[in-house]
């Protein structure tokens, strides 16, 4: 699809995983793509129409831009999207490729109304009606909607502590966002800040060709055993609690740990997972520490994760007294007819699926469906 109809009953922005779940539902309990011409403004029954809007120039969302490296094998685990099994692949094929092939052939095979690449700019309420409609600007016009499932991800939103003495640094500093491959790094001295999966896989693949100093700001937690589902559902517990009582979420995979597999028990045996502390300041030529020690670098990869990406839901003001959003499941209390999936304890691929349906479900509740 290439135009943004001027109005829908569901609008879903973004189309990664947590958007495409959101679509297959709406889909599947008969929702049907919204037109560029103009749709009645009533109350009726949802008989109703929806669009996504995605700023990607094709399918896939984050995992379009993750690293080359990242393979099939390497990722945590790319759960399949509701109706249909990702098909059996390559261990060593990129992420990047598989997954957005697999959203590619499932937006086709489900007629899913996908319009991109469009970007929302903002999310405004057009009057005091607390029924009335929300008001999406893009940069390809204006579309009038009941119900918002915002569905935008983190990748946009990459995080960077701020240290002093960073703007004087005269190496590269670059983000996981920005990450490419190793070889930039042949023969250089690297500094990677972070204690998540990513870090620590940047870590041991830039320690094959660069020499590597590895900082956290907490001891990282280690685990021998594989991923424990039962871990896993005590950390999306822990993230739900903190959104339900209006905090800022925290990421899952900070709570899980991290698994000692052998290609990071061989580089631990190289002595590349050694970790120090955090340094506290920034100086031309590298880092140094609170006792007076420096590190040389010629880059320092910040490896500090991802933000919701929310910066065009601020006009409705849904931040309460604890810097969070207030949620009930997916919906937002303060704004009801906005839904929030893929945010806080959904931001997983299996979260992703569930919060979609879960979202869907409020969205018709809401509608009178
Ligand atoms: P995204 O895939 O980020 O999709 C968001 C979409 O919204 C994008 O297409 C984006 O362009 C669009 N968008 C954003 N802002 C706007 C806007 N203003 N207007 C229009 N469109 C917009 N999870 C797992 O379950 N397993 C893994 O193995 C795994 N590996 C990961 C590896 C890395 C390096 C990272 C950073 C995360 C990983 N995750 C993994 C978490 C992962 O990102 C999520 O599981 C999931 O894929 C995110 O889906 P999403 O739909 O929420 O977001």
Redesign the pocket.
């Known amino acids: 699809t290439a135009t943004v109809p001027p109005a829908a009953d569901v609008v879903v922005?973004?189309?990664?995983?947590?958007?495409?779940?959101a679509a297959y539902h709406l889909r599947r309990r008969g929702l049907t793509p919204a037109t560029a011409a103009p749709t009645p403004d009533g109350d009726g029954p949802p008989s109703g129409t929806f669009v996504v809007?995605?700023?990607?120039a094709g399918p896939?969302?984050?995992?379009?831009h993750?690293?080359r490296t990242?393979r099939m094998a390497t990722?945590?685990?790319?759960?399949d999207l509701p109706g249909r099994e990702l098909p059996e692949v390559d261990p060593c094929a990129p992420?990047r490729e598989v997954?957005p092939s697999y959203y590619g052939d499932y937006e086709r095979d489900f007629d899913l109304p996908i319009v991109?690449?469009?970007?929302?700019?903002r999310v405004t309420r057009v009057d005091d009606d607390p029924r009335g409609r929300l008001l999406v600007a893009?940069d390809r016009g204006e579309v009038s909607a009941r119900v918002v499932i915002n569905?935008?991800?983190?990748?946009?939103k990459p995080f960077w502590p701020i240290y002093p003495g960073q703007e004087t640094f005269r190496g590269r500093q670059l983000h996981?966002?920005d990450y490419v491959s190793a070889d930039e790094f042949a023969g250089r001295h690297v500094i990677v800040v972070g204690g998540g999966?990513?870090a620590v896989?940047l870590l041991e693949e830039i320690s094959h060709v660069a020499a590597t100093t590895w900082v956290t700001r907490r001891e990282p937690v280690w685990r021998d055993d594989e991923f424990d589902p039962d871990a896993g559902r005590r950390a999306v517990a822990l993230v739900e609690e903190r959104v339900r009582a209006g905090l800022p979420p925290r990421s899952v995979?900070s709570v899980t740990g991290l698994i000692w597999t052998p290609t990071l028990r061989a580089a631990a045996e190289r002595g590349v997972m050694d970790r120090r502390p955090m340094f506290t300041e920034i100086t031309p030529t590298g880092v140094r520490w609170a006792d007076g020690t420096e590190q040389r670098a010629d880059a320092i990869l910040w490896a500090t994760?991802?933000r919701s990406?929310l910066?065009?839901l601020a006009p409705l003001r849904m931040r309460g007294r604890g810097g969070g959003i207030e949620m009930a499941g997916t919906q937002v209390v303060a704004e009801p007819r906005l839904h929030l999936?893929?945010?806080g304890p959904?931001?997983?691929?299996?979260?992703?699926n569930r919060a979609g349906r879960e979202a869907v479900n409020g969205a018709l509740a809401f509608l009178g469906g």
Do not use: M
């Open positions: 922005i973004g189309a990664g995983q947590a958007g495409l779940s809007l995605d700023g990607e896939g969302g984050a995992w379009r993750r690293w990242l990722v945590n685990k790319v759960h992420s997954v991109r690449p469009v970007h929302v700019h893009t569905a935008t991800g983190t990748w946009t996981t966002a999966i990513s896989q995979v994760g991802f990406q910066d065009h999936v893929g945010y959904s931001a997983s691929t299996i979260g992703a």
